[in-house]
């Protein structure tokens, strides 16, 4: 393998602890840039357009911090590589549409379940499609982006697909079973290696997922969030 030895680590485990320490969002004002397009080695699924969610951006808009770290994560990598982004900027009106279609899966997989079984279930897949200025859900800061690596322009297989709802889809799910999978390891510990190394924390009830500049950021890296709500993604 080309790629460094650091980016083949196991992942640690995910912790979720020092959410009341995070301090108040101090908002930086950096732009939003539509990054779809600007490299070939970054390509742009549109996953809740296909979907036809209601509101779903046709393109991807992100902090300019966030573009400068995708930009570091290709250069950490031979060429054969690049990124596949699932979603980005996500507006409130796509967020109720994702939120709504992961309560109905629920629901009917898991018949006679309690709210408060079935609100525990979504908190850890999808943030509430409320608008809240002082913790508002990562997507709608510009931040936070889903995401994969292709080798040869072919998504790696990374043991789910996005969006998957269930303990599988935890990024460190392979390092903690015995099933004989080492490859899906292998290239979600180098996902989580790279997208670290370049600036980025991972959320770790969803390998695909990555943020900078917001709370989930601050909290990992004991700092302040420099994102806020995005005034785009109202509505």
Request: include cysteine; charged fraction near 30%.
């Amino acid at each position: 393998m080309d790629e460094p030895e650091q980016f083949w680590k196991p992942i640690p485990p995910y912790d979720d602890r020092g959410w009341d320490l995070v301090p108040p969002i101090e908002e930086c004002g950096e732009p939003l840039v539509d990054i779809t397009g600007r490299t070939p080695r970054i390509l742009y699924g549109a996953s809740y357009l296909r979907q036809g969610l209601d509101g779903a951006l046709d393109r991807c808009w992100v902090r300019e911090g966030v573009w400068e770290r995708l930009r570091r994560v290709l250069a950490l990598l031979p060429e054969r590589y690049s990124l596949l982004i699932f979603d980005g900027l996500r507006p409130l009106r796509v967020q109720r549409a994702i939120y709504g279609q992961f309560k109905t899966v629920i629901q009917e997989e898991r018949p006679g379940i309690s709210a408060a079984e079935l609100e525990l279930i979504l908190e850890d897949y999808v943030a509430r499609p409320v608008k809240r200025l002082d913790r508002p859900a990562p997507h709608t800061t510009g931040g936070a982006v889903d995401l994969t690596l292709c080798l040869d322009g072919t998504p790696m297989d990374m043991g789910t697909g996005f969006d998957n709802l269930t303990s599988q889809a935890h990024t460190d799910w392979f390092e903690r079973t015995d099933g004989g999978r080492e490859t899906m390891r292998d290239q979600r510990r180098l996902l989580f290696h790279v997208m670290e190394a370049a600036g980025f924390v991972n959320y770790g009830c969803e390998w695909w997922h990555y943020s900078y500049g917001d709370r989930q950021w601050a909290r990992q890296k004991k700092g302040v969030p420099i994102y806020g709500f995005c005034p785009e993604c109202d509505g």
